[in-house]
């Protein structure tokens, strides 16, 4: 395999995270999102009486009297969450944390400290997590995202389904085209009129017959279920050099628009100060907001020339925004990434100043530079945000106190 | 993070030591594998002559082999408990560091969740 990505998903997640906590509820039907008055997460038990996603809580109490329907503790849903990110990197630093309840990880060339065996690492993994979470995981491993991602949802729960190339085919003749991760509903039934109603069917198919028939995203899905890989594994806590990252996490939780433009404006200060630092520019910027239930939405800039000047890159995003973001939807975090880092002494002075891929005019980046200089300048002598960009007030004003990094453990009730 | 001040005797009064030794992380020092640490509340007195009383917090580890002798939190009629280890031929069982307790034999397996690591106790 030229490529390995590991994809978990912990089984009802929420449910089990009580379960692990309270042994009372061990084996019983478990049902939280009491608090919002509809099912968010089944324990098996309650999958198997009929009881699924989304169920009104007051019919659940009519029809099923006997099942356990708990308030969500997202807070302890968190901490599990970040306990299985950090037991999977363990074993490899190129962790995704997707959700909540899923991650992705690239496994690439680490087999070799498991035996050689993608599906023995895959297995420890799998075991650990059982082990120190107390609750099961469906875990999946083939050559791309997709791939991975299919073979997770296979066996659950406590599944483990390795997708090594001779074994696709076989795989994705059985795979309703539904069932494929970013095929919708809507274009399922769309592909079974065109008389495709299987992945491996869909494969079949050229990839001109794709461009004309789907939208562009799903000529991804297509390479990506044959194992060529496009996805990449984004880790969340980039080692690489290459790369810079600044994030936050706020609570309450927004989903005010200028709070949230002033939270990148911060994250993007925070990473154009440690680019000017290393004398760095970057090629590419990708920025996130993370909602409430984990997950991401990104975006991602070329520049064509690069860049280590703020509000320059603040005005980037500032009009890819309405992309991303949407006014009903409650954010926790935001954070930028600058990528495709180069010093600055590569960076070509463009002959006529021109301008990067969104149109954007290069004029004056040396006036920056120099201002950013006395910037940088002041911090050094008086304290970091000494001088900050008007875009981010918003954000220092609602910091409150630099924040401690508190080590969360899960508590279980009593002991007798 | 807490500055060490040195070690102090609990038997003759001796003046504590004013040296400064280091500082040191209450977290670092009591947990070995933050990812399997949870914390639990003692009630009852059934492990008094372990030093361990009711109201105390204590911090157990998930997915660590137990072994006999261990303190370890089992899982009996729906409840956690915490008791030693004990094995009497290739029995396992539960005791309490308490006569008034009796040993626990399990009817079926006996299910350990964590073993014992620290003891906090605030006064």
Redesign the interface.
Not at chain 2, 38 to 43: A, D, N, R, S, T
Not at chain 2, 78 to 82: G, M, Y
């Given at each position: 395999m030229k490529r390995a990505i590991l994809h978990i998903d912990g089984d009802s997640f929420f449910a089990s995270c009580e379960v692990s906590l309270n042994p009372r509820l061990r084996g019983l039907p478990v049902v939280t999102g009491r608090e919002r008055g509809i099912a968010t997460a089944m324990s098996k038990e309650a999958k198997a009486l009929g009881i699924h996603r989304g169920m009104p809580v007051f019919k659940i109490k009519k029809l099923f009297p006997q099942v356990k329907i708990l308030q969500s503790d997202y807070g302890t849903y968190a901490t599990f969450a970040q306990r299985m990110y950090t037991i999977v990197r363990r074993f490899t630093p190129y962790v995704e944390e997707y959700s909540i309840d899923e991650c992705f990880a690239d496994l690439t060339g680490f087999d070799q400290l498991h035996g050689g065996s993608y599906e023995q690492m895959a297995r420890e993994i799998k075991e650990t997590l059982k082990r120190e979470l107390d609750m099961t995981f469906s875990v999946g491993v083939g050559p791309t995202k997709v791939l991975a991602k299919v073979a997770s949802g296979r066996n659950k729960p406590d599944g483990l389904t390795v997708l090594t190339p001779d074994l696709i085919k076989g795989f994705l003749r059985d795979l309703p085209v539904g069932k494929v991760w970013g095929i919708g509903p809507a274009t399922s039934i769309e592909l079974q009129k065109l008389g495709v109603s299987t992945a491996l069917e869909l494969i079949e198919k050229s990839e001109d017959w794709i461009e004309a028939n789907l939208a562009k995203p799903y000529v991804v899905t297509w390479h990506e279920l044959q194992g060529n890989t496009i996805y990449r594994v984004h880790p969340e806590q980039d080692e690489d050099y290459k790369s810079i990252q600044c994030t936050r996490t706020f609570t309450p939780p927004s989903s005010d628009k200028n709070f949230l433009l002033s939270e990148l404006s911060k994250n993007i200060e925070g990473d154009c100060a440690k680019a000017r630092r290393a004398k760095l520019s970057a090629q590419r910027i990708y920025y996130f907001l993370k909602t409430q239930e984990f997950r991401y939405h990104r975006f991602e800039i070329p520049l064509l020339t690069p860049l280590s000047v703020p509000s320059k890159i603040m005005k980037e995003v500032r009009e890819t925004f309405d992309a991303v973001y949407r006014p009903e939807v409650l954010y926790r975090a935001t954070g930028v990434t600058m990528a495709g880092l180069i010093p600055n002494e590569f960076v070509q002075k463009d002959l006529f100043h021109s301008t990067s891929l969104l149109g954007q005019n290069r004029g004056g980046v040396e006036a920056w530079d120099d201002i950013f200089k006395t910037v940088d300048k002041l911090d050094k002598r008086y304290g970091t945000h000494t001088v900050t960009l008007g875009s981010s007030l918003e954000a220092f004003k609602r910091q409150g106190g630099a924040s401690v990094r508190r080590l969360k453990i899960p508590y279980m009730g009593e002991v007798v | 993070m807490i500055r060490m001040l040195g070690l102090v005797e609990a038997g003759f009064p001796t003046s504590a030591g004013e040296e400064l030794l280091d500082t040191m992380s209450l977290?670092e020092y009591l947990?070995e594998?933050?990812?399997?640490?949870?914390?639990?509340?003692?009630?009852?007195d059934?492990m008094i002559d372990a030093g361990i009383m009711e109201g105390d917090l204590?911090?157990v580890e998930?997915?660590r082999p137990a072994r006999v002798g261990d303190i370890v939190?089992a899982?009996v009629d729906?409840?956690?408990?915490?008791k030693y280890l004990r094995k009497k031929g290739s029995e396992m069982f539960l005791e309490a560091a308490n006569k008034k307790y009796k040993p626990i034999y399990p009817k079926e397996e006996l299910k350990i969740?964590a073993v014992l690591r620290a003891v906090i106790r605030k006064y």
């Open positions: - | 977290d947990i594998n933050k990812e399997a640490t949870y914390l639990l509340k003692v009630k009852g059934s204590v911090i998930r997915g939190v899982e729906r409840e956690f408990t915490l969740l």
